[in-house]
């Protein structure tokens, strides 16, 4: 279990840094991100949060309750326990599942004032190696992204709940979890769960 936290951390790590602008895997400065838009997008051409979620505070403070855990147990499976991870970019939960080694981690990427501008940005320079943007999640517009570190059972998946701040999901899973083939719809229902729970703040 110890050697399976550790590769979440420095995954989830390296996806913070991403969404916090840091630099590309290059080396290079970091990426600069376009002023905002006022015709339906915001910073670097991502698309504008329409209704936008301002009351986060209390997330952003405990991300471990975003989701009641009988909520999030219907999604993944049971919980064996949960941790607050502080990070440079935002405080993120990681719940830690009894099928091990499962983990999803998840939270507010309070250090990234340029929400899902900040992929857009990095991702027209050339800096990511996965960038993809999906279906709206409950109304709120997503992308599924990665430099380097892709895999089964993996998925990052970011969610824009205002121009400035960005909902991330991180689901690591072993091919005996049931979603082990489909990380990134897991993620999409943790997000929306989260979503839900957020609008209703």
Request: with cysteine; charged share 15%.
């Amino acid at each position: 279990m110890r050697a399976s936290a550790t590769v979440l951390t420095i995954a989830t790590l390296a996806s913070l840094a991403l969404l916090g602008g840091c630099s590309d895997k290059n080396g290079n400065d970091p990426t600069p991100t376009g002023a905002p838009s006022p015709t339906g997008s915001s910073s670097a051409g991502a698309p504008a949060v329409k209704d936008p979620i301002t009351n986060t505070a209390a997330v952003e403070a405990d991300p471990c309750s975003a989701i009641p855990a009988a909520e999030l147990e219907a999604i993944t499976g049971k919980i064996k326990r949960s941790r607050t991870e502080d990070m440079t970019a935002g405080k993120g939960c990681t719940w830690v599942l009894e099928l091990s080694p499962n983990t999803i981690n998840a939270g507010l990427v309070t250090g990234n004032k340029e929400g899902l501008g900040t992929l857009y940005a990095q991702h027209a320079a050339g800096s990511l190696t996965t960038f993809k943007p999906v279906d709206p999640i409950d109304g709120y517009p997503a992308v599924v992204y990665a430099n380097g570190g892709e895999g089964k059972g993996n998925c990052t998946l970011a969610v824009g709940v205002r121009d400035d701040l960005v909902y991330n999901v991180i689901p690591r899973l072993s091919n005996e979890h049931p979603s082990f083939a489909d990380p990134c719809g897991m993620a999409t229902k943790v997000a929306a769960a989260a979503i839900k729970n957020l609008k209703g703040a």
